[in-house]
Each structure stands twice: as C-alpha cells, then as structure tokens.
C-alpha cells in the first residue's frame, strides 16, 4: 500500500508497517502482500481517443400511466442519480414543496448489481411459494395467469399447471436488474427429488428474463387465486401485491423481508412511522422510494422520524385520523337519522359503521358509501350539506392501520421512554421493532438488545449484561398483544403472529400491538434424536 500509492522505498514501507502493526505474523503477511503486489502489477492500456471522450447527454426517459410519479422520476430522480442534482433549479421541486414525493420509484432504478441471480427449473418447482416469501427486495415473485395472458407473454416464459386451480398456470418471474444476488430463494427452496427448483446462474445468461417480470407484473392479480389460496397462508400471502420493492437494501437484508410481508398484508392501508437506521435509509433514501402502491393508487404513506420520538410520530398519526374519522363519523350518523337518504344509503352507512374498526372490511365498506354520499351530495337539503362536508375529506373516511417500525436503537435505548409511552396510551397502533441485536447503521455498537456475552465491531470485548426483554415488559401492560417472530425459524408462526394483529382491533376496547422480529432468515435445523 505505502509503496505503491506514496511511493516509499520498499524499506521505509516495511519500518512503517512494523510501526503501525505488533504482530509479528501480521507484519510478514504484510511483507508478502507488498511483494506480490510488486510482483503482480500489470500495465492496462487506455485507448488514446478515450482523452477526447464526451459525456453521454443520452438518457431513456421513464414512461408509464402514473404521470405525477414519471415526472418526478424524469425531472428530479435520474438527475439526482446521474450526480446532476446541483444543477437542478429551484423550480424542479415545486410540485414536492410540502416533502410528499410519488411512492414506488425504486422500480425505475434497476441497478443490474448482481453477479448470480436465480433462474427457475419448473419441472422442480413445488408452488410453495418460499423463494418470494424470503426475499428481501421483492424481486422474485409467483403468478397466476389465465389460457390468453399465457398465450400473449413473451415466447420464452416457462410455466405449469396450478395445483388446485387446473385452469389457471403458475410461473415464477425474476425482475434480474433489481436482483442483488443474495441466494436466500435458493438456498430455501425445497425443490423435488433432491433437485432445487432455483438455480444461482451468472446474470448475463438471464437478461432476456427481464422482459417477462415486467409483463407478469402489468397483469391483474386474479380474485379466484386470492379466494383459493388466503392471505393466512405462507403460500397465498405470495400472490398479493408486495408494496415494498426494489429498495437499496443490503443483499440478503432480513428487515425488509418482514417489512415487504407486512405491506402484502396491510399495505393498500398503510401509515407507517419510520424511525431513523437502517429501515430508514433502505424505506427512503433520495430520490427514490421502494414503498409503492397498488393499481388504485393506495399504497403506504410513509414518513421518517427522529431517531428518539418516532413513537410518538406515530401516535400522533393515528390521534390526528382518530380524530378526522370521529368528525367525519358524525356527519354520516346525522345523515342516517335525518331520514333523508334512501334505503341504499342508509344500508351502506351502516355497514361503514358497523366496520369502523376493521381496517380490512372497513376499506369497502368506505368505497361503497362513498358513491352513495356522491348522490346526496347533489341535494340542497341537510344531508346533502353533510355529505359534502364528508366527501370534502372522504380520503380520512376509512381505517388506517397504523405502523411504527424502528430497530433496537430506537425501541430498546433512547426512543424507549416514548415507545413505553404509546403502547400504555391504550391507542389503537402496531408497533415493529427490527431486533438486530447491534447498532448497525451506525456501525455495530452492542446495545440494550444485544445479548450477554455478544462481541459486535465496536465492542470488541463482549457484552457483559444480559439483553433487555422488552416483549415481557410490554406484555406486562396486560392489555397490548406482543408476539416474537423469526422468519426463518417458522414461516408460519411469523405470518400467523402478523396477522393476529387484524383481529386484535375487533375487541370491544383497541389496544396497541407490540411485534419484535429477531433478523433471523436461514432456517433452524431440526436436531436429531
């Protein structure tokens, strides 16, 4: 190093070394690596026009339906991606003055950073769903298509039969320019007859699959699929709508696994209060976004809080839409008693009613009065006033599910006092908290999560306390749910944990929920008798 780039004498290098390094083992293997690279270092010539090279002003312009979200991406991201954003005037960011930009840009980025990306045997291939269950970036999902969508896909797409749908195919599809290569669908696909149904190949032998990724994800998700295989089950939950893809994540990220599973869950009704780490530089990073949303424009509203209040950010979204849907729920009441909306109307603003706290149910039940109120609203009488009044902020009407995620920095240490805060406040939240055990943004220091006895890059000697359980202390409330989940140790136990928090906002009082995830994603192995 010291003879190559400052140019000392191959001696002073060495004294240099033995000053900056004890060991002795160390300053002979520091010996032989000057030598070889004495030895080993090869001229490469650089082409002479290359000193008359431009800059390549030619740029692909991003196009698609969601014109807010294309503009965004052609005006603000690709500058800001091809280091032009200085450059960019004041003008540019009009339209995203208030901080709110469009979700979903990720998914024009494709970086193409992979060396191996997994290429699909369907002759081996089970239909269980693993691979897109554990991975990280969304980038490789399953699909059901009907006889004409199969008939129309790009000649070369690989496909079979569905089991328990026999009129419908299945296919897997990699997006392979977003795919970081870290074999977490590989290595847990459980293939047939000894024979994986995932295979690692070398990237440039799967460019071509890009196109059919691209075709399957513009098809309409079936409603007959989403009926035979339920959001219950680790399989069924892969055909819905992931609404976290593409981040920049680390290849083979555990915490974005939980959080794309989750966004298949509740995703099309979704706040989610992110508190600052690693959650926040994948979730939001400028200028792209990985949070997207589905074909009716419903997605996940995501903003960044402090690494110390964002439980309290997030309690202050779910009070703020508690109080909107009160206000709001108040006009509707008055409508229903004025006894001026036909039978229709009061039909629907009860069932809007009687599902007020289910988020999922309530979502419907909010479109389908929605377009009853659209017809009273054109009445001159009281509860055409009220109707107005109520479609005025008809985007508060329906539940939210409301989420803070964070990691132990912010659950277990100086956000702590602000978390203990919320789940004793009794509100209506879910709390997620990525238990890595270590500080890890900020690059490994052990903290109260972190158990006894764990070395991590800054705490070299050991932790010489026990880690703090912060699901018994949050459990001790004996009113908020609390579950703990590994991914990779039981699939199902995961999903059914995440799922109970639905059902928890259908008693009698709402409660917080309370999820620690530990970053486990290789499955555990069973111990022989």
């Known amino acids: 190093f010291f003879f190559f780039f400052f140019f000392f004498k191959q001696k002073t290098a060495y004294e240099m070394l033995r000053s900056l390094v004890g060991s002795e083992m160390c300053i002979r293997d520091s010996y032989e690596a000057i030598d070889r690279g004495a030895q080993d270092v090869k001229k490469v010539e650089i082409p002479s026009e290359w000193?008359?090279?431009?800059?390549?002003?030619?740029?692909?312009?991003?196009?698609?339906?969601?014109?807010?979200?294309v503009d965004y991406v052609n005006n603000v991201l690709k500058p800001v991606n091809a280091y032009k954003g200085n450059d960019l005037p004041v003008s540019a960011f009009l339209n995203y003055a208030d901080g709110a930009v469009p979700n979903g840009s990720a998914?024009?980025?494709?970086?193409?950073?992979?060396?191996?990306v997994p290429e699909w045997k369907p002759e081996n291939c089970i239909q269980c769903n693993f691979c897109s269950f554990v991975c990280p970036h969304a980038v490789i999902r399953s699909f059901g298509i009907n006889d004409e969508e199969a008939q129309n896909a790009p000649a070369e797409l690989k496909y079979i039969n569905m089991t328990g749908l026999p009129e419908m195919k299945f296919a897997i599809a990699v997006s392979t320019l977003d795919c970081t290569g870290c074999g977490a669908c590989a290595m847990i696909c459980p293939g047939k007859k000894g024979e994986k149904a995932l295979v690692m190949s070398p990237i440039d032998t799967q460019m071509k699959k890009q196109v059919e990724f691209d075709y399957l994800r513009t098809l309409p998700i079936k409603e007959e699929v989403l009926n035979k295989f339920r959001d219950t089950t680790v399989k069924g939950s892969q055909f819905r709508q992931p609404l976290l893809e593409f981040s920049g994540a680390c290849g083979g990220c555990a915490e974005t696994t939980y959080a794309k599973l989750i966004t298949q869950l509740y995703g099309n009704r979704m706040y989610l209060a992110n508190a600052t780490g690693c959650s926040s530089i994948w979730g939001g990073s400028a200028p792209s976004t990985p949070y997207a949303a589905d074909e009716n424009g419903h997605g996940v509203a995501w903003a960044n809080s402090l690494f110390e209040d964002n439980a309290e950010f997030g309690l202050g979204m779910a009070l703020a839409q508690k109080a909107n849907r009160d206000r709001l729920k108040s006009y509707v009441e008055k409508i229903l008693d004025s006894g001026e909306a036909s039978e229709d109307t009061c039909e629907s603003i009860k069932n809007y009613l009687n599902t007020f706290n289910d988020s999922k149910l309530n979502k419907k039940a909010t479109e389908d009065m929605v377009k009853k109120l659209e017809k009273v609203a054109e009445c001159e009488c009281e509860g055409g006033e009220l109707a107005r009044k109520t479609l005025k902020n008809k985007d508060m009407l329906s539940k939210k599910s409301i989420w803070m995620m964070g990691g132990d920095g912010w659950?277990?240490?100086?956000?702590?006092?602000?978390?203990?805060?919320?789940?004793?406040?009794?509100?209506?939240?879910?709390?997620?908290?990525?238990?890595t055990e270590v500080y890890s943004n900020?690059?490994?220091?052990?903290?109260?999560?972190?158990?006894?006895?764990?070395?991590?890059?800054?705490?070299a000697k050991g932790k010489a306390l026990k880690k703090k359980d912060l699901g018994a202390m949050a459990r001790n409330?004996?009113?908020?749910?609390?579950?703990?989940?590994?991914?990779?140790?039981?699939?199902?136990?995961?999903?059914?944990a995440i799922i109970a928090v639905s059902y928890t906002h259908l008693r009698a009082h709402e409660t917080p929920?309370?999820?620690?995830?530990?970053?486990?994603?290789?499955?555990?192995?069973?111990?022989k008798k």
């Open 477 to 496: 409330y004996g009113y908020v749910y609390v579950a703990q989940v590994a991914i990779g140790a039981d699939f199902n136990q995961c999903l059914k």
């Open 51 to 69: 000193k008359n090279a431009g800059e390549d002003e030619s740029k692909a312009q991003a196009s698609g339906d969601n014109k807010c979200l």
């Open 442 to 459: 900020t690059g490994g220091q052990s903290s109260k999560a972190s158990p006894m006895g764990s070395v991590a890059q800054f705490a």
């Open 107 to 116: 998914a024009y980025e494709k970086r193409g950073i992979a060396v191996d």
């Open 411 to 435: 659950s277990y240490d100086i956000g702590y006092g602000g978390l203990d805060h919320v789940l004793a406040s009794g509100e209506d939240v879910n709390v997620f908290v990525f238990d």
């Open 513 to 527: 929920e309370h999820l620690v995830c530990r970053l486990l994603l290789e499955k555990k192995k069973k111990k």
